[in-house]
DNA sequence: CATAAATGATAGTAACACTATCTAATATGG
DNA sequence: CCATATTAGATAGTGTTACTATCATTTATG
């Protein structure tokens, strides 16, 4: 493990080893955000990903029970770290406006001026979120999962963001749905000018993050102010 | 087929035989909608939608390729559904502030006063794809099922409700966005009420439909008045 | 150096996602 | 009403997926 890499507290729960701690690991995520993005979750298999890094797939099954947590611990990764990304930026900032504003860049760009590991490329986790991270969420057996947990880093950093919403107007009545429709929207929007571009008004692929930041900072502001 | 049903025209391509010609196909849709509530997308078969409906696998096939092209059937008769809503609610109605308000009612609520077939249980279906509607097009293939027109349903849906946004205000810069992130967000946090409440700020699962649509015409309303 | 921990190798099973073929029922058109 | 086409049922089979189990080998640790 680098000497300066970041750790984060993911749930237990979702995995039976923890990838963060071994070489094994790293190597496993590593791969998996780059198979899973190159062949998305359906065609993702374990079989795969174990060829892929010259592995097995009961070595794989000693990390994940299955594809589902494996994409739903990626998934908490990439909340963990946005959420790190506005503490940080945000942290010495006295004006809530401006607060707010450093919250949306991070939430639509989620990019990496310097990364935290080695092992997870966050451009890549990025791409993958946006086209499978609802996939997370989106199962059957969400109530039991939520009851254990699973899904703390995505709620913590709603909360987060809320407040940051209640510090521009301490009056708007619903900022928990503002916060979770930031990230929704901001994932889908993006994904929309990549491959159902008459579902948004992102014409320029080359600069669509800056593009989707400027329209929610405009919504944002006309909600809020 | 009952003499006043209405059916809709969905993309040939779903389909090997249309469902909506046949009392098979009927059936075949019917149970689909009610076993992907029970079981969710993951845990659907179509051995096990034969054994419900007390036929085959085989047959089941002939219908349809895979569940995939199965759930992206119903999604796209949802959506054709929304918008003949839409269209027929708004049609007499001259004021856009009204016509935009029915709009954002018909978005949320999509429930039916009248049922439209015997075969589709609106409500039910309405409930598939508030949990498993966004896999319908988180798929690796989406370019190419785009190409084919998989998705015009959806398109044309955002389209109406682009052009009611721009009735409104025909300065607002987003009208797409904001009409795709208004499907979006009301699924979404109809989604969140009922198995992540942490994430939105509706609290009453009683009233959620209309405590969903008050807070998204109040959004609404500050972002284009 | 001894021991534990992690990984590799291999095998096996039930379910899944189809494809093919043949038969039986049903509808339709003349 | 018969001939024919259409549709559904029944059955079988294949490769893949999603695991579980076991045992051997390598690698780390005290």
Redesign the interface.
């Given at each position: 493990m680098g000497r300066f890499d970041i750790k984060f507290n993911i749930n237990p729960k979702l995995f039976n080893r923890d990838p963060q701690d071994s070489e094994y690991g790293h190597k496993l995520l590593k791969n998996s955000i780059l198979l899973l993005d190159e062949?998305?979750f359906?065609?993702f298999t374990f079989k795969k990903l174990a060829i892929r890094i010259d592995s097995t797939e009961s070595s794989v099954y000693r990390y994940f029970n299955n594809k589902h947590f494996l994409l739903l611990f990626l998934t908490c990764w990439y909340w963990e770290w946005v959420h790190y990304l506005i503490i940080t930026y945000t942290r010495n900032i006295e004006d809530p406006v401006k607060r707010l504003k450093i919250a949306v860049h991070n939430i639509v760009n989620a990019s990496n001026e310097s990364p935290l590991t080695e092992y997870i490329n966050e451009n890549k986790l990025h791409e993958v979120v946006i086209?499978?991270g609802?996939?997370a969420?989106?199962?059957?057996d969400?109530?039991e999962e939520?009851k254990e947990g699973l899904?703390k880093s995505?709620?913590e950093l709603?909360?987060t963001v809320s407040s940051l919403i209640s510090e521009v107007n301490p009056d708007f009545?619903?900022?928990?749905?503002?916060?979770?429709?930031m990230f929704?929207?901001a994932n889908?929007?993006i994904?929309?000018a990549e491959?159902?571009p008459?579902?948004?008004?992102?014409k320029n692929r080359q600069k669509k993050y800056q593009d989707l930041e400027g329209?929610m900072w405009?919504?944002v502001q006309?909600?809020l102010m």
């Open positions: 062949i998305g359906e065609g086209k499978e609802s996939k969420y989106h199962v059957h969400i109530d939520n899904f995505y709620k709603v909360s009545p619903y900022p928990h749905i503002l916060a979770s429709n929704e929207m889908n929007q994904f929309f491959h159902l008459k579902l948004t008004d992102i329209a405009y919504m006309k909600i």
